[in-house]
């Protein structure tokens, strides 16, 4: 059965905590980089929150915006890459294959999202730190692109179970590191293409909203807006 | 023939690390077992159930577990305190587990006291450097023994409060810079409890906060954020609305719909406008606590609030209707609020709000479990095993006095809280300490506390030790077993463990009072041993059926009315014209977090900052002074003198400079030191541990460092639009 | 008394591992290892099945070596005065594992599930060809991608990049 995964983000339930970076950082093997490379800019999360002020005091108010992959149905980094080392899977998931990337970074280029992080060298896990290291994914090397799969080995993983126990995946089976642990409960993982799945009813929300929408690339990570008020 | 599980045992230990195979690199080699664990299949990952241990909130957590190493922290989904959720301290914790600079082996110092020279001893040797002292200091003066550790809870604490009692020792001080102490006595006061309350925030329409920070650093942040998402979104028509008021634009702050900043130190002032309001309108539902309050609340009308706190009448009008009129609504004052010099009467002043809201004991309103009641079976040791959340201020000071005095011989001590960092160095406790002719302390890192000692005692972190824990809140009275979740990484003694084996050594009175092998057979016998229940609580993660009756609030119906006491903070405002907010760091918490690369290379949810400390303050008070954001400043308190860069926050009030609490080491290994220098140092030593309770004056200067600052790398966008 | 699993209703799915081994295999060479075990005596004179020794190839991204305790069910008894068995036995009474080196390697860069070939009906000599008549392990055929491609095109399983790369 094809798959259709997305994320629902509720702005109304995100409180900024940053919890969803550090699940991510643990899950996927992310390199440290260190205060000066993070000064420039290289921060290699998968995923980061943005923080917007807008308004003056004592108006000023801030809105917190985690930012993963979009997972783009047309997604204008696939168009770029001159060795097909991301492509658009069967899933329709925005796949990033390491040992195809060559290091054009065209694709980062073309991110109008600026998820996509580049490993300008070779990271060292400092011993013992390294038997952290999940053995269910790639240690990237230096020169190549990486950013969110949506975590693919725990899809990977789900799939596996369902096929050895002959069945569909249940909605709510597959859940990347930091839905899993979001605390206020803000995301939502899950199969569009189940039409009884949690999330595809929680895309009927109205407050729904995807990031940058004008430029048409059809983000498969969907926000909700925040919301005023004591009552619905 | 050997036996199974004895052979087990006897390559056991070791043998997850190294009898693996696919796990050596250079030789290429695959080294199966000599014989493989029950139910185990390579490749295929377990999970184990244990306690978080970053911060004294007690989340339950689950680990993965593959080929013997701890690969990913979860939060325990059937944990009653954060239902499977985890912050990001939390993911962190496999960061202090394979931290390069834990500590392996026991150390004695080998150079001055505070040289942080130390030679590697065996633990034979460490063992007979303790109880040399021990058992002269026992034989000619047991009462000069002093503990000074985190405060320890469950079967920790027994050991422990039973180990100094035998010993005959009434020194005894637990030391948490974060404990609540100011809201305890208003507990107290309000209540007619001293203790914390449960805030059902899940079922409250409106929440009333005052520097709250329940979301972030607060007594509870991962069951309060999940409490708080609840509220948010989890029923049909019902959207629980938020209103702030605090001095600076928080984390929790900005997730509130209404943020009204107040002057700093004014919290209460607000919550009694408030209170005002509602008597005057006759919003109340505690008709006879606001009947008695009524005269005392005269005096605060939202006019005269306005003008000491600077939040509009009209606002604070505004905010009273609407908290009275959608109930139930919860008021919760925060560690802003809370560590101030005044910090029990803003607390006790927001408590009033819930009770003429008659919020006590409802859903939706606030409540008070009986701790205790979990470790009822110990009568009046119970406290020992669940101690009040207090900070220990007054005894950490008073212990101070006695050092110097040369009242103590030896002093152990224990614990994340690391006094020599987190007390203002005024009150010089490193000063006091080098009086005690003995120091042991029991540590995973060296950090400024332990590095004072003359002998060091490595301990296994929360996921390698055995033990037990009762959550300040959200517990439902619920115990938390701990286990070792993978084979201990290094040669490390829990501080339990050693003092059951030092009353055995020391015989009499000690020994009887800790009669048990080790701490892991104390937790055995406390739960039923192997097999049977403590078996299926264990893969559980602990004992969660039973729930706690609460306890009544007993006072609510005679509310003394608090009362503000003048209690100007330090420093002359023309010479230091802005107040000094400090606030517990989100990542690095009191600052135990700050060794840890995943926590300093987080980005802090208002500053976006990385790998160093800085000042916040209002862009508008910044150009008044002719800073830049990323400039450096000297901020120079009466008390002390530190550097930072600046960072711009357009929510804070302008005449208040807010930094966070946890940068600053000097020693507590390369990923922590030369960070940014640490703001515990403007304050004066006072007689309540206040945050809040200095001014300071900013400076432009040259700094060499930079602040890293993650920004938005795709742009702008309008705040409008995601609203 | 041994760790115990947490088991709780939470999708404890876990399968994959990568192998983290340097490359750097050896191609049809006969890598010395410290006992001169016989593949074909075990396999094919006596018949066994190669899963009762590599017992996790059906649960596992893993074909698992056999633990002492494994080859000592039988050798406690069985071809006890063979020179190369008495340093099986040596290995056991002195409670150390065979350091067995390696032959096979997977990249760091390639999951690669036994258990989902095994199941899916494939013979292990379809990969494994001749290991049935060899001494000491050996890698008769070269792995590289194109052979999996082959199969997995033949078969109508999916060449998804991301179904063995991530």
């Not at chain 1, 969803?20 to 899950?27: P, S």
């Not at chain 2, 509602?278 to 505690?286: E, I, K, Q, S, Y």
């Not at chain 2, 080790?518 to 192997?530: D, L, N, V």
């Not at chain 3, 036995?89 to 690669?112: C, E, L, M, R, S």
Request: charged share 20%; proline share 7%; net charge positive.
């Amino acid at each position: 059965m094809k798959h259709t995964w997305a994320m629902a983000i509720d702005l109304d339930r995100c409180t900024g905590c940053g919890a969803c970076v550090v699940a991510c950082n643990a899950e996927n093997n992310i390199p440290v980089i260190g205060e000066a490379e993070a000064g420039k800019n290289r921060l290699m999360h998968w995923i980061r929150v943005n923080r917007y002020w807008e308004g003056e005091y004592p108006e000023a108010q801030a809105v917190y915006l985690p930012i993963p992959c979009m997972q783009c149905e047309r997604a204008p980094c696939e168009l770029v890459c001159p060795v097909y080392a991301t492509y658009h899977n069967e899933d329709g998931l925005n796949a990033m294959v390491y040992n195809r990337c060559i290091g054009t970074r065209y694709c980062a280029n073309n991110c109008p999202y600026s998820v996509r992080v580049f490993n300008w060298y070779d990271y060292k896990w400092e011993k013992p730190l390294d038997e952290q290291l999940s053995p269910d994914l790639t240690v990237r090397s230096r020169g190549v692109m990486e950013k969110c799969t949506f975590c693919i080995q725990r899809i990977r993983r789900a799939k596996e179970t369902a096929a050895e126990e002959g069945r569909e995946i249940r909605d709510g089976e597959v859940v990347p590191a930091c839905v899993q642990t979001c605390p206020p409960g803000a995301m939502l993982f899950g199969d569009l293409a189940d039409p009884h799945s949690e999330i595809t009813r929680k895309l009927k929300d109205p407050r729904r909203f995807r990031l940058m929408e004008h430029l048409g690339t059809e983000p498969r990570v969907v926000y909700l807006k925040r919301q005023k008020g004591a009552g619905r | 023939m050997l036996d199974r599980r004895q052979f087990l045992k006897l390559g056991g230990a070791t043998a997850f690390a190294t009898l693996f195979g696919g796990c050596d690199k250079v030789q290429s080699r695959l080294i199966p077992f000599v014989i493989p664990p029950e139910n185990y299949t390579l490749g295929e990952a377990l999970w184990y159930a244990s306690v978080c241990g970053q911060c004294p909130a007690g989340c339950g957590v689950v680990v993965r577990v593959s080929e013997g190493r701890a690969k990913k922290v979860e939060g325990n989904p059937l944990h009653p305190v954060n239902r499977g959720k985890l912050c990001a301290r939390g993911q962190a914790a496999l960061q202090a587990l394979y931290h390069p600079e834990r500590l392996s082996r026991p150390m004695k110092l080998s150079g001055a006291r505070g040289s942080g020279a130390y030679t590697p001893v065996s633990w034979e040797e460490a063992l007979s450097l303790l109880m040399g002292p021990l058992k002269k200091g026992k034989a000619e003066a047991p009462g000069s023994l002093l503990m000074v550790s985190e405060p320890m809870r469950g079967h920790a604490g027994l050991v422990a409060g039973r180990f100094m009692k035998a010993f005959g020792s009434k020194h005894r001080v637990a030391w948490d810079p974060f404990g609540p102490d100011a809201m305890l006595s208003a507990n107290a006061a309000v209540y007619g409890v001293r203790d914390l309350p449960e805030h059902d925030l899940a079922n409250a329409r409106y929440l009333l906060s005052f520097s709250g920070d329940f979301l972030e650093t607060g007594i509870s942040p991962v069951h309060y954020a999940r409490e708080y998402g609840r509220m948010r979104g989890d029923r049909e028509t019902i959207r629980g609305k938020v209103v702030h008021f605090g001095p600076r634009l928080s984390m929790t702050a900005t997730a509130a719909d209404l943020f009204l900043p107040c002057a700093p130190g004014t919290e209460g002032f607000v919550a009694l406008g408030i209170a005002h309001v509602m008597v005057r309108d006759r919003l109340t539902a505690a008709s006879s606590a606001a009947g008695r309050l009524a005269d005392d609340l005269g005096a605060y009308s939202p006019e005269e609030v306005e003008k000491k706190t600077g939040v509009h009448a009209h606002d604070i009008a505004a905010v009273a209707e609407e908290f009275a009129r959608n109930q139930p609504g919860l008021a919760v004052a925060g560690t802003g609020a809370a560590t101030g010099p005044d910090g029990a009467f803003h607390c006790a002043a927001v408590a009033l709000l819930n009770v003429l809201a008659g919020n006590v004991g409802t859903p939706g309103g606030v409540s008070f479990p009986d701790r205790a009641q979990a470790f009822a079976k110990y009568g009046a040791e119970a406290a020992l095993l669940a101690p009040s959340p207090e900070s220990g201020y007054g005894g950490m000071r008073a212990a101070l006095e006695k050092m110097r005095g040369g009242a103590f011989r030896m002093a152990i001590l224990s614990g994340a809280t690391n006094p020599a960092f987190t007390l203002p160095p005024s009150l010089k406790f490193n000063e006091a300490l080098s009086k005690v002719p003995f120091v042991v302390a029991f540590a995973s890192f060296l950090d400024e506390t332990t590095s004072l000692a003359d002998l060091v005692l490595p301990v296994p972190t929360a996921l390698e030790a055995w033990g037990d824990d009762l959550a300040p809140v959200g517990h439902a009275g619920a115990i938390t077993l701990c286990q070792p979740v993978v084979e201990p990484l290094h040669d490390t003694r829990s501080m339990p463990d050693v003092l059951i084996a030092a009353a055995k050594e020391l015989g009499g009175e000690p020994a009887k009072a800790l009669p048990w092998s080790s701490f892991r057979e104390c937790i055995e016998k406390a739960y039923g041993g192997p097999g049977g229940e403590m078996e299926k609580a264990l893969q559980r993660g602990g004992f969660f059926g039973e729930s706690s009756s609460s306890r009544s609030a007993s006072r609510t119906g005679s509310v003394a009315f608090p009362k503000a006491a003048e209690r100007p903070i330090d420093g002359d405002p023309k010479a230091f014209p802005l107040a000094l907010h400090l606030y517990p760091s989100l990542t690095l918490y009191d600052g135990r977090g700050a060794n840890l690369p995943w926590l300093q290379e987080m980005p802090d949810p208002i500053s976006t900052a990385v790998w160093r400390n800085w000042v916040e303050v209002n862009p508008k008070t910044a150009a008044g002074l002719g800073l830049a954001e990323g400039d450096g400043v000297t901020v120079t308190s009466p008390s002390g003198k530190i550097t930072a860069h600046v960072a711009f926050n357009p929510g804070i009030a302008p005449d208040v400079a807010a930094m966070p609490l946890g940068q600053g080491h000097t020693r507590y290994g390369k990923y922590a030191n030369g960070r940014g220098e640490n703001p515990i140092t403007l304050l004066p030593a006072g007689e309540m541990y206040a945050l809040q309770a200095t001014r300071v004056a900013l400076a432009k200067t040259k700094l060499s460092t930079t602040l890293a600052r993650t920004g938005n790398p795709e742009g702008q966008w309008k705040v409008k639009n995601m609203m | 008394m041994a760790r115990r699993p947490f088991n709780a209703a939470i999708p404890l799915a876990c399968l994959a591992l990568t192998l983290f081994l340097s490359a750097g295999a050896a191609f049809a060479e006969t890598v010395p290892q410290p006992i001169a075990f016989c593949h074909k005596i075990h396999v094919t004179d006596y018949k066994l099945n190669c899963r009762f020794c590599h017992s996790s190839t059906n649960k596992s991204q893993y074909a698992n070596l056999p633990s002492v305790e494994k080859c000592m069910m039988c050798h406690r008894s069985i071809a006890t005065d063979k020179p190369e068995v008495k340093k099986v036995a040596q290995y056991w009474n002195g409670k150390k594992p065979i350091p067995w080196n390696k032959v096979i390697d997977v990249p760091n860069h390639v999951y690669f599930p036994h258990k989902k070939m095994v199941n899916a009906g494939i013979p292990c000599l379809t990969c494994h060809p001749g290991m049935d008549q060899a001494g000491t392990a050996v890698q008769k055929l070269e792995f590289g991608m194109g052979m999996c491609m082959e199969c997995h095109r033949k078969k109508k399983v999916t060449i998804d990049c991301w179904k063995c790369h991530y």
